[in-house]
């Protein structure tokens, strides 16, 4: 199934075993965590790591490796929605400006111009601090800055299409302007646009992580690495606080980008230069 | 078309975006179901009819919509983005105070990633599949997916908590005093005033942040000059240049890197965006007094003027950094005016 240039890459296999493994941990968090996520032991609060807590414990005395296996549970589902509903919104938008053009294109571009001149966290904190915190905000935020550049990037790829011979050809049998668009030209243009949207995923859970650590995701006892990050602040001394949930960050998003990079190479060897 | 016609077109199209920036920062933050009055009086004075009227009234938010963005509008023309209203200065007077900060940061990061990324890219095309090469993209990869934040934070850990070589988060150490404003720019400022020690000590406390910074853009620079380098080397006149028995030194810088610096400029101008939003994060983390604080501490009590001002000053940056970008562009390169 896999492309074989990606199965012989072993940077590429490694990362997508580190992407599975997180998935795994995910999944069975409640499974294989030593304690509960939510669990305090004053008695142990700020312990460093050693046998009882591999990962060492935070403020509260709670373990951080269960908050760390906890917190995959919440970051990889919100960069996948977050990621989706922008393409989605994307596409649609993207679709509606390539397909129809005139001075509909016009004003759907001079709009995505304005969003994207807006810094991607800065926008975003503006619509999830006004929205109020919480995970679901915190999504939809991501959508808002993010689909512009999906509605172009659609934009240019039906453009593209709409002038291929394929496209003539349906047209010159007589098929109507939506059997056009939905079975010639959206079945086209479908893969490269999950390319881009699977390359960003790791991109949104960093986006997302960093707008927990500014107080604007879930509510701090829930286990989030963002936030569990921003709870290390004040402990520089107690370094494990902070410095594992940046691991998980930094190892899941870096294999994703690892695997997009080389499904990219492989599906596209054209690319490889970049 | 000629390159003045062009620079002109460009120019022209600047008011048509300030304006859309304007509408779009005012719609984003007012088409919101939060409820200023409570983030700003606290739950008890916001059960007070009267108090909320009064403050409704104090701030105009008892007009219709496009009312209130008129009046915005036609202060803003004359120079006035309103008052804060958390910390009750003008917005103008608080811009000018945390933006230099800002810019002083993403100004050192912008310039350390030039500085590493461009020699480095060059290096990984020359030496394409090299361990060079493979230890650059590496490196690059790891730079695109660290957090901002935590690398931050790690930082102080390392180097102020364990090793004692930086100073703590801050702009100026807290013995010493902001010198005389002028530029508002610390390190100017201090040199403008003769302070040796206090120019020294601020340019100490620019290192950390500024690093943690341009992780990011340092591996978005590295591999696009190492992409660019790659495309370059495979033309003729590189071959052309071999051939006349051109050094392999003077073929590479002379005749490879300078073309292929073009396309860079392009991602110079968009990762300033990118350095825009990692100040942000990288101010709360190294507790510095700018532009990203500002930002944060107003959208979370959701001061409308401040959150306006921040959105209109940082787009209207981005746009203008764009503009200088695409003119430099057609400077260099004459294609693109042709376009």
Do not use: C
């Not at chain 1, 941990?25 to 409640?30: K, Y």
Request: hydrophobic content about 55%; aromatic content about 8%; overall charge positive.
């Amino acid at each position: 199934m896999l492309p074989r240039p990606f199965v012989r890459s072993p940077l590429a296999v490694t990362a997508l075993a580190v992407v599975a493994a997180w998935l795994v941990a995910a999944a069975a968090a409640p499974l294989i965590a030593p304690f509960p996520p939510l669990a305090q032991d004053i008695a142990r609060r700020l312990a460093p790591p050693g046998p009882a807590h591999w990962l060492g414990t935070d403020p509260l005395g709670r373990d951080i490796l269960s908050r760390v296996l906890y917190g995959a549970r919440i970051s990889i589902p919100v960069g996948m929605a977050a990621v989706a509903l922008a393409v989605l919104i994307g596409t649609l938008v993207g679709s509606i400006a390539g397909g129809v053009g005139g001075s509909v294109d016009e004003v759907i571009m001079r709009v995505t111009d304005l969003m994207l001149a807006f810094p991607t966290v800065i926008l975003a904190m503006i619509i999830s601090a006004a929205l109020g915190a919480g995970i679901r905000n915190a999504v939809i935020a991501i959508m808002v800055a993010w689909w512009p550049s999906y509605a172009r990037f659609v934009r240019g790829l039906v453009l593209a299409a709409r002038g291929r011979e394929y496209v003539e050809a349906a047209r010159a049998v007589g098929a109507s302007t939506f059997r056009v668009f939905g079975r010639h030209i959206l079945v086209n243009i479908v893969s490269p646009i999950v390319i881009l949207g699977t390359l960003d995923v790791g991109h949104a859970i960093l986006t997302f992580a960093s707008l927990s650590f500014l107080g604007l995701g879930p509510p701090p006892q829930i286990p989030e690495w963002g936030s569990m990050i921003a709870s290390g602040r004040d402990y520089l001394v107690q370094w494990w606080i902070s410095t594992f949930p940046g691991v998980a960050i930094l190892t899941l998003v870096l294999a994703l980008n690892v695997v997009g990079d080389s499904l990219r190479d492989a599906l596209d060897p054209r690319l490889r230069r970049l | 078309m000629n390159l003045a016609v062009y620079i002109g077109r460009r120019v022209l199209f600047l008011p048509a975006m300030l304006v859309g920036i304007t509408l779009l920062t005012f719609v984003l933050s007012h088409a919101v179901p939060a409820d200023p009055v409570a983030a700003n009086l606290g739950e008890q004075a916001a059960a007070n009819p009267e108090v909320v009227a009064a403050f409704r009234h104090q701030w105009g938010l008892d007009r219709p919509l496009p009312q209130q963005y008129l009046i915005y509008i036609w202060r803003l023309v004359h120079g006035d983005m309103g008052t804060s209203i958390s910390t009750h200065q003008a917005v103008t007077t608080d811009l000018g105070q945390d933006l230099p900060a800002t810019v002083e940061l993403a100004f050192a990061a912008m310039l350390i990633s030039l500085a590493v990324g461009i020699p480095l890219g060059i290096l990984a095309g020359v030496r394409r599949d090299t361990v060079v090469d493979q230890i650059s993209r590496g490196g690059s990869l790891i730079g695109v997916s660290m957090p901002v934040f935590w690398l931050g934070l790690v930082a102080l850990v390392v180097f102020y908590a364990w090793l004692g070589w930086a100073p703590s988060a801050g702009q100026l150490s807290p013995r010493l005093s902001r010198p005389p404003a002028v530029t508002n720019f610390v390190v100017i400022d201090a040199l403008l005033a003769g302070e040796g020690d206090i120019a020294r000590d601020a340019l100490s406390h620019l290192v950390l942040p500024a690093l943690v910074l341009s992780a990011y853009s340092i591996g978005v620079i590295t591999r696009m000059m190492r992409g660019s380098m790659l495309d370059v080397l495979g033309e003729d006149y590189v071959r052309t240049a071999r051939a006349k028995g051109l050094s392999g030194l003077r073929v590479t810088l002379r005749h490879a890197a300078r073309n292929a610096l073009l396309p860079v400029i392009t991602i110079v101008g968009l990762s300033f965006g990118g350095l825009l939003s990692g100040a942000v994060i990288t101010e709360t983390v190294f507790a510095w007094p700018g532009l990203g604080s500002y930002a944060f501490r107003s959208a979370t009590s959701l001061d409308f003027p401040a959150i306006m001002g921040v959105g209109i000053v940082v787009a209207s940056v981005y746009v203008f950094a764009n503009l200088l970008v695409d003119v430099a562009y057609a400077v260099a390169d004459p294609r693109i005016r042709m376009g």
